[in-house]
C-alpha cells in the first residue's frame, strides 16, 4: 500500500475533532433535571434518601456512610472533582435531590465517556424519571458534547445494572476478568456500549417512551422501553 492511499485512510477513520468536557450547566427533563452538585443544596435530602439503605452501596467504590460528616466530605469531593464529573438528579416538582450520577473516564481526543457513579435513592428508583435522567445525559453527551462512543461498565455480579444497560440499549461488549479491585475484592467488569450511528433510533425510542401519553393517570406505563427496539437491529 503506497502511502499516499494510507494517509487517506488514517484521514477517513479518524475523528473529526476533540470532543467538549461537560458544562455546569443544567439539564432540564419533563420529570427531572441534572446540575453540578451543590453540598450545601442538595445534601439534607441526599442523606435522607441514602440513610439506612447501605445496601446503594454495594457495587460502588465508596460508602456506605454511617456519619453524616463522612457523607457531606464524599459531597465535597465530587463537587470539586472533574473526573469524575458528578451531576445530581433534582425531581422537577419536588425541587429535592433524589440521586446523582456522573460522566468519568473522559478521553476528549477519542471522544469517548462513560455513565457511572449512579446512585438513586429508593423512592427513585424504577421510575419514568429515572430513565429520563439517563436519556438526558445520553443526549447531552452525543449531541452537545460530540461523543462518538458511551459506556457503561458495572461489576459483572450486579444483575440490575446490566439489566438497566440492556433496557437502556447499550449493547454488551464482553466481560474483563478482574478488571479492577474495588473494596479490597477482585471485580470482573461488564462491558456496554452505545455510538453515535446508533443514537438517533435509541433517542427516537426514549422520547416515544417518555412522552405524557405513554403512561395512564396513576403513571403507570402503557408501552414498556424494552418493545421499542432500542438497539435499532
Not at 94 to 109: C, D, Q
Not at 200 to 223: C, H, I, M, T, Y
Request: include cysteine; charged fraction near 25%.
Amino acid at each position: 500500500m503506497s502511502r499516499g492511499i494510507l494517509k487517506r485512510e488514517l484521514r477517513a477513520v479518524a475523528p473529526a475533532s476533540m470532543a467538549m468536557h461537560a458544562k455546569r450547566i443544567e439539564l432540564k427533563g419533563r420529570i427531572v433535571s441534572l446540575l453540578p452538585l451543590n453540598p450545601e443544596a442538595h445534601g439534607d435530602a441526599l442523606w435522607g434518601g441514602v440513610l439506612f439503605h447501605d445496601y446503594l452501596w454495594d457495587y460502588l467504590g465508596q460508602g456506605p456512610f454511617s456519619k453524616r460528616r463522612d457523607f457531606e466530605a464524599h459531597l465535597n469531593w465530587m463537587a470539586a472533582s472533574e473526573d469524575p464529573f458528578f451531576l445530581v438528579i433534582l425531581d422537577n416538582t419536588s425541587k429535592l435531590a433524589v440521586g446523582y450520577a456522573s460522566y468519568l473516564r473522559i478521553e476528549l481526543t477519542h471522544r469517548v465517556i462513560e455513565v457511572g457513579n449512579i446512585l438513586y435513592t429508593p423512592q427513585f428508583q424504577k421510575t419514568a424519571g429515572a430513565t429520563e435522567a439517563m436519556y438526558l445525559m445520553a443526549r447531552y453527551a452525543f449531541e452537545e458534547l460530540g461523543y462518538r462512543r458511551y459506556e457503561w461498565k458495572c461489576d459483572s455480579q450486579n444483575t440490575p445494572s446490566r439489566r438497566a444497560a440492556l433496557r437502556l440499549g447499550f449493547q454488551f461488549e464482553g466481560i474483563f476478568r478482574q478488571h479492577m479491585i474495588v473494596k479490597g475484592k477482585n471485580r470482573d467488569t461488564a462491558w456496554f456500549s452505545t455510538i453515535d450511528k446508533e443514537w438517533p433510533v435509541r433517542k427516537k425510542g426514549f422520547e416515544s417512551w417518555l412522552a405524557p401519553a405513554n403512561f395512564d393517570e396513576q403513571g403507570r406505563q402503557r408501552v414498556p422501553l424494552s418493545s421499542l427496539n432500542l438497539s435499532g437491529a
